[in-house]
């Protein structure tokens, strides 16, 4: 699930800009690990082109390596650390790139 906003860039550009936000993306464990989370950014990444966003952002739990893994395989950079961002008290990586993707 995904949204398009309109704030201030986390690259440094001017002025506001639209980025695409992923909410959420979850892939079922007995299908993890077969490229689907990456197919499920991509295609996500691409959409929000149509609504001309520049960038894209996340945030993940500090404690999902896998996830972290998979993002910065997408060239996506840890922008910040938010604390406490989950309900259980755990840190959230916020995590953002340019757009377009290119796979």
């Known amino acids: 699930m ?3 906003e309109t704030g201030l860039s986390n690259f440094g550009m001017l002025g506001i800009a639209k980025k695409g936000h992923v909410i959420s993306i979850a892939v079922l464990p007995a299908h993890q690990r077969q490229g689907i989370g990456y197919a499920l950014m991509k ?3 691409q959409s929000m ?3 001309r966003a520049r ?3 996340l945030e993940v ?3 999902n390596t896998p996830a972290v893994n ?3 395989k997408m060239d996506f950079k840890i ?3 938010i604390r406490g961002y989950y309900a259980n008290g755990e840190d959230a990586y916020v995590m953002s790139r340019k757009l377009p993707f290119e796979a």
């Open 2 to 4: 995904c949204r398009i």
């Open 43 to 45: 295609e996500a990444m």
């Open 49 to 51: 082109l149509l609504y």
């Open 55 to 57: 960038e894209c952002y």
């Open 61 to 63: 739990r500090v404690s």
């Open 70 to 72: 998979l993002y910065k």
């Open 79 to 81: 922008a910040r650390t």
